[in-house]
């Protein structure tokens, strides 16, 4: 479960991990003004959205006075940022910069393990300066059984003066790593990243940024997440209408919807968009044995995101039967009316010839069909950049 940044905050401030001082969330800009001046200083008005690059769509604020807070919130309230309509801001006290860094800490489930991310550029997108000078960026691989009793102070040290933290943040930084892994580690989270990770004019260093995934599994040892859980059923539309039926859907940041069966499927057709050179705008797993009926409401609710130019279907057929997944995308495409993006469908196992053949016999101008998954992501990024 993905936590808003006002929500990250406050689990990191209940594990130690030191943050600017908290904030208010508000839903109106009348309420942005009253927190402005509660809090009596300058202050920051943030969007609370789960997705990156609040910042380049207006999405952050500095407002000096309250009146500037509410002028603030009321231009983002209501903002569609990459597809997440902002229906929450949240103010908080202003802090003094001086430099910014980056710190993560997160599961590697190739390397079986944990993996720390570190690097002196922060602020900015982490995985472009990794594509570009990968020498910037220091990527740790830690072994669970050596840090039972939490991240050695040592080996956090090393960890952010390999990654050139300047010395005047050093030892703060590896502090505040160590604060860090314990909150991953004892909050049973999937990610904890920290962009920017900032060293203040007064020397402090502090999260000035917040992105947490718990992980919904180990939900039942943590009664204080509860509330966190009991936000995010009230928040995305989109995901809290597919968590009704009983799907699986995620929203991301691209331009190409992604709807499989199974999470290794939809995983891995996540994998050859990107091999592909596209992005995934969400992802849906529709799971085992999807009627026409689910297969539809799950195409419609792809198609919902604003951001989508097209979708990859990739369905590999056992319980699920290739004509069931057919009927359902014709249901989709009729309940849908006239849509806009192309539908690039790839079928194979149970029945795939024959929901191949009720495709073609359809033959609508939305629909593409795909030999493979290689030639299906490729296609659907082609459609994707028009």
């Not at 927190?35 to 969007?47: I, Q």
């Not at 802090?95 to 993996?115: C, F, N, P, T």
Request: glycine content about 10%; hydrophobic content about 45%.
């Amino acid at each position: 479960m993905d936590l808003l940044e006002y929500q990250g905050k406050e689990f990191f401030r209940r594990h130690g991990v030191p943050t600017p001082p908290p904030g208010i969330v508000c839903t109106t800009a009348d309420e942005a003004e009253d927190a402005a001046r509660e809090l009596n200083r300058p202050v920051v008005v943030k969007a609370q959205v789960k997705t990156g690059g609040r910042g380049k769509a207006g999405g952050i604020k500095l407002a000096e006075a309250p009146e500037e807070a509410r002028e603030a919130a009321a231009a983002i309230l209501g903002l569609d940022i990459r597809g997440h309509m902002v229906q929450l801001v949240y103010v908080e006290p202003a802090s003094d910069i001086a430099d910014e860094y980056y710190l993560s800490v997160m599961h590697d489930r190739v390397g079986k393990g944990y993996l720390v991310i570190c690097s002196a550029e922060g602020g900015v997108d982490i995985e472009q300066v990794n594509r570009e000078r990968p020498e910037a960026v220091v990527k740790e691989a830690i072994v669970p059984s050596q840090v039972e009793g939490g991240l050695p102070a040592g080996r956090a040290s090393a960890i952010v003066h390999a990654a050139q933290i300047p010395d005047a943040a050093a030892d703060a930084a590896g502090e505040l790593l160590v604060q860090l892994f314990d909150a991953f580690r004892l909050g049973d989270a999937l990610l904890t990243e920290i962009n920017p990770l900032v060293r203040t004019t007064d020397g402090r260093v502090i999260a000035l940024d917040a992105k947490v995934t718990i992980d919904g599994n180990a939900m039942f040892r943590h009664d204080d997440h509860r509330e966190w859980a009991d936000f995010d059923r009230r928040g995305d539309d989109l995901e809290a209408r597919a968590k009704r039926k009983g799907i699986q859907y995620v929203k991301l940041d691209g331009d190409v919807g992604v709807l499989g069966n199974g999470a290794g499927l939809v995983m891995a057709t996540i994998d050859v968009v990107a091999q592909a050179g596209g992005q995934p705008a969400n992802f849906l797993d529709v799971g085992g044995g999807a009627s026409a009926d689910t297969m539809a409401e799950s195409l419609a609710i792809v198609l919902a995101d604003p951001q989508v130019k097209s979708v990859l279907i990739n369905i590999y057929g056992g319980i699920t039967r290739g004509e069931e997944v057919a009927k359902g995308v014709i249901e989709a495409l009729d309940r849908l009316g006239g849509i806009e993006p192309k539908l690039v469908v790839r079928l194979d196992g149970t029945n795939a010839a024959q929901g191949r053949r009720i495709l073609e016999q359809a033959r609508h101008p939305n629909v593409v069909a795909a030999a493979d998954m290689q030639q299906a992501a490729r296609r659907a990024v082609e459609l994707a950049r028009g």
